[in-house]
């Protein structure tokens, strides 16, 4: 899914910036001038990760030892490419913050889908109780590492109007309930409940995280 919207991306690219339709996503010169403008590296560079990862992620992961070591370069890499196509782009300091704003939230937010994966089992398994316990204090440094990065976005950020407020507000209360789901023992169903809307409110934070990197800064 990934792959196919950085293809899209990057063949709607050309149309967006010269104001063309959308009928015109393959034509030979705004490919040209997509692929030749730092965005169109930037979505070259995506592609060719995602590629990367779809065709032997699984193989490097089972490699207990480099394998996270791997993963998390890849991870910083990806979010990297999200970082240059937005607001952080030419500015070195914005860049790295942004990349380990983006790289937290992917890590949450991916990690939650896995839960909740896991939890519709409705199976008991002591092996997810595990991994539940290991991913909610992981979740604490995402949080962490969000909260700190969010500041800064935050203070460097103008012309956001409201959305800065939506997200900060979604943040906290995100916040709180993987503190809840770390610091207490939750019935199974109760638990399930809570994964389930932890996961819908990280949903609301990504496309707001989106459209809050996505924007240009003024004058660009």
């Excluded at 913050?97 to 896995?114: C, D, I, K, N, R």
Aim: a positive charge.
């Amino acid at each position: 899914m990934l792959l196919g919207g950085a293809v899209l991306q990057l063949l709607l690219l050309g149309p967006a910036s010269r104001g063309e339709p959308v009928t015109h996503a393959f034509s030979r010169s705004l490919l040209s001038a997509s692929l030749a403008g730092h965005d169109g590296h930037a979505l070259v560079a995506r592609i060719m990760l995602l590629a990367l990862v779809a065709a032997i992620g699984e193989q490097v992961l089972r490699h207990r030892v480099g394998g996270g070591v791997v993963a998390a370069v890849g991870a910083l890499l990806l979010a990297l490419t999200w970082s240059e196509t937005g607001r952080a782009a030419g500015d070195g300091l914005a860049l790295a913050v942004t990349t380990l704003h983006v790289t937290a939230m992917a890590v949450w937010s991916g990690g939650t889908a896995t839960v909740a994966v896991l939890l519709a089992r409705r199976v008991p398994d002591a092996g997810v109780d595990a991994a539940v316990g290991r991913f909610s204090r992981l979740t604490l440094w995402c949080v962490a590492v969000m909260a700190a990065t969010g500041v800064y976005l935050a203070l460097r950020a103008t012309g956001l109007g409201d959305l800065l407020p939506a997200e900060a507000g979604l943040f906290l209360l995100l916040a709180a309930a993987a503190g809840r789901r770390k610091s207490r023992r939750l019935a199974p169903a109760a638990l399930r409940r809570s994964v389930l809307l932890e996961l819908a409110g990280l949903t609301a934070v990504v496309v707001l995280g989106a459209l809050l990197a996505g924007t240009p800064p003024p004058g660009r």
